[in-house]
């Protein structure tokens, strides 16, 4: 099988190329790239008009796979990935059972082999069961696949056992992932802590619970020498810390959310359950400083976070719901509107996307050299669509973004040289 995608705009980041170029993928791999290349092939995608890019990238995702199916499952949540034009998603263990050892994560790979749509890297747990108290078998999680370690949905609070689990995890090269909270400093917030937390008369969640956690687990990776990526940094606070360890030469990366970098906590006037996600929506100044962190280079990549939950999780009153929304299918077009509206260029928003997730997790893809594994996302920067919930092809529909007009999508998504997904019409 092979496949020539002409007269397209080449974006690849990684390898600092933004041309006109022509892709020949052959037997699933990047064969040669060029100009007017002339060479048969099984199937020739006309990319006139279209970006041409390394296959997305999104290192936080929750699947619900094994478990809590009803949400989502591998199916349906790599449909909605390649709808969003990923070819790989970096998956969340807050499973059930927890993705704690060998045995869950074979699961999800063999089920990813089986019904997945694209490349699925497991991410276990730091801890058993997510208890914060014994570390999981690391070494033999690494070896076999496993692409980082996260208790996320929670932080680890014991700091003793996260040094352990920074030190521990050093020689194997996965990063250890913090979700970042001071649980004592949510105490029972929902909100941002603020203003609008204020007059709806909910209790808010301050900065300083995301700031001290993250200042927390950046001095560990500092004195361990293990790898620190921070999920969803969503504060001006906790953006100046990782910056400032980055410059003392701590290994930290971290990433930042769509909806951190598109809403403030102003989309929960109308108890919108949609709105609600931890960490929370902030204030007018995070949100500001994110878009600073993804322009210098701060924030290395963006990720969805992508949270599907029933109807019934999300249709209740506002302290009571669950937090998360789906982002898979979101992510592309919210991001090139940071490029409409100046805030990174073009190649910086596809860098977000691609070599900057693939480095963080130290994934293969990203690239669209030649030798390489043929992951590739074809877009229609000019396509203007119209969220509607129902028809996202994730299994749960909790958006806030349902109704917005977007601009840009993935026409086609192309894993490992085969098309994955193509949009009609
Ligand atoms: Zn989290
Ligand atoms: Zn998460």
Redesign the pocket.
């Known amino acids: 099988m092979s496949l020539l995608i002409k007269n397209g705009r080449v974006v690849d980041p990684g390898n600092d190329v933004d041309a006109q170029l022509d892709l020949f993928i052959d037997r699933g791999i990047i064969a040669e790239t060029g100009a007017g290349l002339e060479l048969e092939a099984d199937e020739v995608v006309d990319a006139a008009g279209k970006l041409v890019v390394p296959g997305l990238i999104d290192i936080h995702v929750h699947l619900r796979d094994p478990g809590l199916e009803y949400k989502e499952d591998i199916a349906s949540g790599t449909l909605a990935a390649v709808a969003g034009g990923f070819t790989a998603v970096a998956c969340m263990p807050n499973t059930q059972p927890v993705n704690d050892n060998l045995a869950v994560t074979r699961y999800i790979q063999a089920r990813a082999g089986e019904v997945g749509h694209c490349r699925v890297y497991p991410i276990a747990a730091i801890t058993r069961g997510l208890k914060g108290e014994s570390l999981t078998e690391m070494g033999e999680l690494s070896e076999n696949g496993v692409v980082g370690f996260s208790d ?2 929670r932080p680890v609070e014991n700091g003793s056992v996260m040094r352990r689990a920074l030190e521990y995890v050093r020689p194997f090269g996965a990063p250890i992932i913090s ?1 970042a909270e001071e649980l004592s400093l949510v105490g029972d917030g929902v909100m941002n802590e603020g203003f609008v937390a204020t007059e709806l008369g909910l209790k808010g969640i301050p900065w300083v619970a995301e700031d001290a956690m993250i200042a927390r687990d950046v001095m560990l990776a500092e004195l361990t020498g293990g790898r620190l990526h921070v ?2 940094i969503s504060t001006r606070g906790g953006v100046e810390i990782v910056r400032q360890a980055k410059k003392r030469g701590v290994r930290v990366t971290c990433e930042a959310t769509p909806h951190h970098f598109t809403l403030t906590d102003e989309a929960v006037r109308g108890y919108d359950t949609n709105a609600k996600m ?1 960490p929370p929506l902030r204030s007018e100044d995070d949100l500001a400083a994110i878009r600073e962190g993804l322009a210098d280079g701060t924030i290395d990549a963006i990720a969805t ?1 992508h949270a599907p939950h029933h109807f019934d999780e999300k249709n209740v009153e506002f302290n009571l719901a669950l937090n998360g929304i789906v982002g898979l299918e979101t992510a592309l077009p919210l991001t090139l509107k940071l490029v409409e509206e100046k805030v990174i260029d073009l190649k910086r928003a596809i860098a977000l996307l691609t070599c900057g997730p693939a480095g963080a997790l130290g994934l293969a893809g990203g690239s669209l050299a030649k030798g390489q594994p043929a992951d590739v996302t074809v877009i229609d920067p000019d396509l203007e669509w119209t969220v509607e919930p129902e028809k996202l092809h994730s299994r749960s529909k909790n958006s806030p973004f349902g109704g917005w007009r977007m601009k840009g999508a993935a026409v086609a998504t192309i894993v490992g040289g085969n098309v994955a997904f193509r949009r009609e019409g």
């Open positions: 996320d949905g979700h999920a969803h931890n976070d």
